[in-house]
């Protein structure tokens, strides 16, 4: 409950938005899909600053990107046209795998990302496919990479405008586990790899839900550099995933738990990109 608010204000640019937050940092919260601000409790706030009317509601094909608006929705990212033809089913069959139709309506990526939830598949899938940050700030605009926007302290955070989808053909998996279809993830594990022929150029291992933030597994991706992509691939990441794996304990599992689903994740994830490219 934010029973002290005394403002409830709609600006109609980023620029106003960031002027208010700026205003008073400590009594204002910005407002998106409202999932997590409607449940905050806080006497501090006095000020909501919702993002509605900024204009970050749309998806937009550039020369090399594709830039979608921070307000834009989980479902209404997950059914759009242009992720579609770009990611195929990527973004469709995992961001299904978030709550209800009804909450992923609510959901914007901008509010999924900003607050820095462990859980966030949503982050967790914007960081296999390689996306960044346009964020709006005391700096003007700047493009920053998901893990640079959380060095920059709370208390002078930019407001991110966009999400940046590099213009890439890889190929792209994603698992999450839960206890059930509506709980958060136990641990989500994204997969993204770049194939010459058979050949690994390239790839993006991201776990997240450890409980921790979402975070590459740097290490198995150099492991993975000129591996020919066979059918012992999948075991082969299970194995380096299981051995490379950094998690934690909460009340939901145990981080040994958590390092043996990340390996089974992983291996499911590298089958399914095998069943495309085999
Ligand atoms: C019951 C339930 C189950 C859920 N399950 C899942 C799940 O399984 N997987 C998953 O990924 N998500 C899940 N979510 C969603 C997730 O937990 C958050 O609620 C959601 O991502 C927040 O997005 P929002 O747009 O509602 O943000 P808001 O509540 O509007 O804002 C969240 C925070 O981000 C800040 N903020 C918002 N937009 C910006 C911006 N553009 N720039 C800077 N700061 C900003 C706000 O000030 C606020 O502090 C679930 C939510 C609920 C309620």
């Known amino acids: 409950m934010l029973p002290n608010v005394k403002e409830f204000i709609r600006p109609e640019t980023v620029q106003e938005a960031y002027a208010l937050l700026e205003k008073n940092r400590k ?10 601000v409607s449940q905050m409790r806080s006497s501090n706030i006095e000020t909501i600053v919702d993002l509605r009317k900024t204009g970050l509601d749309k998806i937009v ?8 608006g921070a307000m834009v929705t989980a479902e209404q990212f997950r059914q759009d046209r242009l992720i579609a033809d770009r990611y195929g089913d990527f973004f469709y069959d995992s961001f299904g795998l978030i709550g209800n139709w009804q909450l ?10 900003a607050p820095r939830l462990g859980w966030s598949d949503i982050t967790t899938c914007l960081m296999t ?12 605009y700047q493009t ?6 959380f060095q920059i302290p709370s208390s002078e955070r930019p407001i991110i405008t966009h999400i940046i989808l590099p213009d890439e053909d890889w190929r792209y998996a994603f698992y999450r586990f839960a206890r059930s279809a509506f709980d958060i993830a ?15 150029v390239s790839s993006r291992i991201v776990c997240g839900s450890r409980p921790m933030f979402p975070a590459r597994m740097e290490s198995v991706e150099e492991s993975l550099v000129d591996l020919n992509f066979d059918e012992q691939t999948p075991g082969i990441v299970r194995s380096l995933v299981y051995d490379n794996f950094s998690g934690g304990s909460n009340m939901i599992a145990s981080s040994e738990y958590r390092n ?8 499911r994830a590298v089958k ?6 085999l």
Do not use: F, W
């Open 144 to 149: 920053l990479c998901i893990g640079d926007y």
């Open 27 to 36: 009594a204002t919260v910005l407002l998106a899909g409202g999932t997590i």
């Open 61 to 68: 094909q550039k020369p090399d990107e594709i830039a979608a």
């Open 186 to 200: 136990t641990l989500n594990m994204g997969i993204a790899m770049k194939l010459n022929d058979r050949r690994i």
């Open 260 to 267: 043996h689903l990340a390996s089974v994740l992983a291996e």
């Open 272 to 277: 399914k990109i095998g069943e495309i490219i």
């Open 129 to 140: 496919v390689g996306a960044s940050l346009l964020v709006y700030g005391q700096d003007d």
């Open 104 to 113: 992923r309506n609510m959901i914007t990526l901008g509010g999924s990302i």
